[in-house]
């Protein structure tokens, strides 16, 4: 029997099927990146079926040597893809039969393509998921550092990018350790629904055999077997949810990206990126673009673009499987790539980041105070709305004789309200800062707090890991 | 003090904002359904002020009977909404002078208008999330109760809209089952991240009052308090998350969808829709078209149109809160109608279904068994490929003389391999369906199985609530 | 004859449809929108009638006069909508039953909903890209004033958001007119495909009577009749594409938002946006917040999700004709009203713009003039990648030395390559700008031409409105 | 000089670029494709360079003999491209270096990497769109050939996938025919901002050389050159604007592809697609699969989400160039290649299709006559309305009574309306079809026209390219 012909599964057909249609149709050129999970799967498949007697002890082990050997063939760069077998499962099947001859027919026993290919992409999902918490769990490492380092030096907050109050640069960071967090959080929830063993699930209806699914389960290391076999072959929840996951990661780095580009004007000057990760310009000599933020957060439309096509391709599509689904592999691998790459990239963008302290400090103009005068009228009496009024005025006054708050005198402050002291004067940055002391706030001492509680949360991925 | 100019907070500029800009920049027309939400984020502030001696206990006796009144005016229609003071926020505040005079001015000492939304966000979106845990049980708890009534209807299953193998109505219909559990198990996941306090996180930079946050979060139900001020009033991940996992649930229902909608077809006709979610035509007067799950699919772009707008909202913005935020609000609003009607609307026309079982026993064709007699030669010895190519040849050679497997006599299958005795024609569809009893398959007691399974979940739901 | 139950149109069905269905079939909420399209389409068709002597004359009259009273009724607002009759088609018909009695019954000879509300929609959208083009000419106008006034003003030009080259603020302007320009152009481009008059097409076949399509495309102004009766009630394409012309302009307004929020910064400070687009904050007195220019960039979200939503609405949908089509109004209306607030709100940010000149010119480093440098080298001879190679490590030794490229003295630049005479001294902001005289340039020159050119173009606007 | 050292262009940075950030900048994975371009674009630059004597004659030949080689290294596969070039233009670059020395310097005088990039874009999306505009007018012939072949087919159409009122299978396949003329429309429209050269606005400011831009616009077929320097370096509308063309038309291909799947299943059985475009299973011995018409279906998920990623590039990126917009490329790429391919398959798969005329006639109910026994009515005197009424009783009684609207007798219609005479029993398939002759309706006739107006403008598309 040959085993193209074989290979390509069309019995009954009588024409043959065209290069176009064989090329729009071939999964190969990306699904190659499937081998292992193939293989390690189809190693668990034949076990379970010689235990339970499906097939025969000697035919298993055949399958396995032959399974070993091209896993060998394919790692060592040595295996002869063929895109007119149209995807990693044939060209492994076809290659099977090269080897061990007709017992490689034997490993399709109890199994469809369908839930062979959802458990590849499980398997392979499972991976990217550990790969991207790791990625996540180092960044946040990476920032509990930046954020301990520099505990002493001051910037201004923003709201509506127009400075606000002051806080530390470090609360400033922790607000990212927060996101990343969360990230990781979803990954993780996302993990417990990917984890789960859709083999045996046939076509759609199950199977005939007495295959025993928890045992490929077990081999495999899910959590669970799937509960449903139409469901099982048609579902591709989980790779939306991960993309999902990853569209708000991504958003995440486009925000401290933006910040970063920003940061790094020549207006702002707060900090200048790493040379590793700057590019010149062909025709400005004196430029320093900070390209690989940039890039990063230019990327997020990548991203949010495999979800949203996926959620296209799921829409309005009837049970069970259909071809349509075939669409979710490079919509996934790349949104893995681009996202591990571009936390790697950000984060060593970070860690090389030169932090300008004193240009942070001198940028701060008086007016970012006012609240803390406000506050300090509202601790004399006043209620808030009053004393937001009252420095409303204070403040105009000011700008309008273009002077800083603190090149006020006393008497001028007192003309705004009787309530103001001399003490008024002393309100500094770093008091500013300190009196913030509520839970979460940017006092010195409960971003202290934050970074142990952080560092707490990271011994907890470490011990996980080990 | 103007009420009206102090709710402006336009203390410093002295020209005024347009009509114009004014409608650009109100939320009132959406936002005021956070009333509820808002007055109850006021209340538990006002008494943790009290508490904390922030303010003083008769101050607290006035706001909170203040706030009362208010939410009793518009409760009852009362309430004078105002759009020239553009948010819900603005509105009771500017009522709470009304009604209190200058004390209402001591609600918002230690609340910032960021935090502030941030609650009232939260606390929608955890009422909504709710909402929608008890719709998607509803459902689900519906489709049980369908399943188990029909246990004994046998359809066509199909892998690319072709007739693959027969399977359980009820087997198809727990399919359905699994993704909605699953949409619980994204909506608990997600409540997990939006049951976190913000209040007390100021503008951005926490706060310089001994407030007592754990106390607010208390009273208001919280699981805990945000860790970090800045992330806790620039965070929207909550919003973007509960969208994705919508739109999931919407992708789910609009392929529930389409096949009503192909099942209601003339030449289908497995099914007729319930009057009551039908509709006639104005120039056909035969037609009865399923209008109601036609709009249901239609209105999943509705919801992924939502996601990808929050996603394009929060790209690349700067720490901290930014105006841009506010568009989280239609989006999320429209969203959680969008959904829980959905649901609704769905759920009905599921259980309006008069279900047509003799029609869709009589469109299998007799090749729907093929897998099975490819099986039949396995268990026989061939290898699955071997089997398969026999069957291919034999289903090609009734096809090519226009026959039915099953009128095909034990010779001419023999003429294709002598494997085949009799027994192959005892071959049935129920036959078919009780073989696939491997865990998770289409025979009636793995059916049964699942549905007992899923009634064990569905008293879980019922004891969590009550 | 009930007029209710004609107008439920539910002949046939025996069970009536419940409220909450109803209420998630309806589209009088946001259809009612499309009431005066809608009586002008009825108007024209039934003068067509009448015409062909499909209905008498007497009849047409009595339409005609019952229509004039309908428009006038809503428009007075004392029409009494009612959700039961679902549309704003069934509303108007039914009170032209109560109005005239049943001769209401023959508008809807030769009229099926399908071409109604293809009609409706196509003549609201025709009108809606009138406004939008009102509203882009308007814009342009404005910046073309803005840049002439400003003519004098350098400021520096961006790249990677680095200081790049000096540019004329007015050439920067400039830039915008362009973009805006494109948008002009596509939604006239689109106008084209929407200007096609549907009527007359039936409930999807065509029409049974001798209707003069012609006529009433005349009657209504529109450029053409469409060419087949399936698509021209399945045709959605001409909302699509407005909504994609829509989102390219608000991607415009986004990229000009966001440039006025980081040039309102207090670390740019290149402008100040007029008191009556700003806010201030609840708890910062001293904040003046680009909130209008925000929420313009935050909308352009909004408007991405439309056209995201339509797209998959359409995907995948057979003809002709199905329920899903209905989500087109929401997506419609809303972008229609994002994008023109948007624009005319930017466009009165930008108009309410101070601009500080001292401020641009004083924030460019010599540094800008690098490339000057290295283009008077080329003129000298170098080749311009010698030359770059030069300028750059000139700029290294003036930024390790801590100085500008303005006070390094003669000696120190002829150690970098004896080319450098003297006259390097001379390059001022003014001549690099001057020496850009390429065409499309930003020399002082060019850009008169530019703005020349486009006050052309505005003139053949208003010749083209008068 | 070494050149690699120059081809960084990292004159004034001290540390290097690691791998990792190689990788992630590098764009020559998929901007190779631009070579042709690149060269093509070079080419016509050093000719005008030379013209405008600033470089010398002899400078040009040798820059375009080395430009000549290189372009045959590609093309013949000897070319060695380097990744830590990072980009085609520099290996290019590099390239000229090796083979014609320091002269290669002299080809960047006068333009900068972004109007080069700007440049080579333009050309690509130019010839892409030809591409296009081919393939889908290949594609418009076909659906004529296919509609005039089959001009005596009837088939149910429908609404709401309910069968409504018969018409010819031709007119359906001209509503096609209507969709991809409005996608050549939209294609040519770009097509007119395409075809802009932007070549001469340096990096963003313009040039200090005496350039004509008027002259490499001539040489490269453009239709003008761009009017702002900046402008021309930082706009992507021309790729936004080819996606959302792109996303339309791949709508319109899934429509169709649903309909193909559809009508191909065992229920239906309208059509059966050629084996080239159709695949087995591996397990189900039966099946035929559409899976070129799925997959089409899928691809529409990719090209929607490239559009929603460039939309998502471009959000709020300030002016000009930044390296987010190095993400068109792979995005504009793959549209490209997605929609010539789905089109050519699809329209492959179109032409395979065996129609089963009989099998469409067989599967029509009575009912779809009912609106022509309206429309008798009509005729008769009844207005739309009350006709309508009363065939839907009529309908009901039918229906009820298990019997079709051609069974019943003269006496049964009588006792719904004393206007029924014995001629409404003969109404027929063919005669209601027939009826349909108002312009663009489905009456033979009419879809002739239609075939005729088609030819002509399909003639029309071949003088253009003739």
Redesign the interface.
Known sequence: ?GVKK?AR??????????E??Q???ASLPYDWRLHRHDIEGSLAHAEMLARQKIITRSDYTSIRDGLHSIMKEIESGRFQFKLELEDIHMNIESRLFELIG?????L???????DQVALDMRLYARRAAWKVLEALQRFNSQLVDIAEKNIKVIM????????????LFS??V??????FS?DI??FE?CL??INIMPL????????????D??FIAGKLGFDD???????????R?FI??FE?AA??AM?HL??M???I??W??????FIEV???????????????????A??A??????V????????????????????????DK??LFDTVDTLI??L??VS?IVSSIRINAARMKY?M?S??L??????YL?KKGL????A??V??????YA?DNNRELNELDIREYRGFSKLFDKDVLAITLQKS?E?????????TV?VKK?IE?ARDVIRGYEKKQS
């Open positions: 029997m074989e599964l069309r019995g009954r057909f009588k024409e043959d099927i065209n176009a249609v090329h729009y149709l007709d017992t490689a027919g034997k399709h026993t109890a199994r469809s393509r369908n201004p907050g923003y709201t509506h990018l127009q400075q606000a109050q002051p806080v609360h400033h922790m607000a990212y350790f927060q996101m969360r959080q979803r929830s417990s629904r045996g699930s046939g076509a759609l209806a199950g199977l005939p055999y007495p295959v699914r928890e077997i799937s509960a449903n076999s139409i469901d099982a072959v048609s579902d929840d939306i949810e999902s569209a708000i958003m486009s925000r990206a933006e910040e580009i920003i790094s004007t020549a207006e702002f000057g790493g040379d590793a990760y700057a590019t010149s310009s062909s025709i400005m000599p004196q430029k320093k673009n900070p390209d690989a940039e890039l957060r230019g990327k997020t439309g990548r949010y673009g495999h979800l949203m096509a996926m959620l296209t391709v799921m829409k309005g599509l009837p049970l069970a499987y259909n071809r349509d689904l075939q669409e490079e919509s790459s571009s790697d990239i060593g940028s103009q007016y970012i006012a609240t803390d005068m406000a506050d509202v209620s808030f709305r009053e937001h009024d420095v409303s005025r204070l403040v105009t700008v800062v009196a913030k002391s509520s839970q979460g706030g940017t006092a409960e934050s509680r």
